[in-house]
């Protein structure tokens, strides 16, 4: 039998290590699949790309929809202000008419009274209820109203 020297068994592993082709073309081969955006083995998890556009135009319409919520919420808080407003406006209003009207007695605090108007044009504050003059009121009604601690008048009706 022959011996195969040793610069001959290398000279053969050299020629057949050359002669190894790869069929894939190189450039359809990732030297890193794992950065792929797409799954590169059959048992690989599905990758969908996102609709970026999508995704902002939801996220724009849900901002505006959060921010009309927020603001229907301010505006009825400004709605609710000016009711308050007003019916502070109004118990000035009546408060100067009634400490301009005639009365005849010293008003207490947290009782009812009645504010009427004369023929003359003058109001008059009275203990009397519309319903108890009887068939006919002297003078015309005006309001019904009760003094709070601050000293103005809360109207009742």
Known sequence: MSEITMEEKQEKETKEK?????PIDPDKVAENPHLLPYAHTVGGSVIKPIDKGRV???AVEAM???TEMQLDQIREQINLLAVQAQ????RVQISEDIYLAE???KPLIGHI????KKKDEKNVLSMIAPAEWGRKSPYEFVATVKLLADHTW???G
């Open 113 to 116: 009274y009645h504010l009427y």
């Open 154 to 156: 809360d109207i009742l």
């Open 56 to 58: 902002k135009g939801l």
């Open 87 to 90: 019916k502070i406006k109004d």
């Open 103 to 105: 009365m005849n007695f």
């Open 64 to 66: 505006y929809d959060q």
């Open 18 to 22: 050359e002669e190894i082709i790869n």
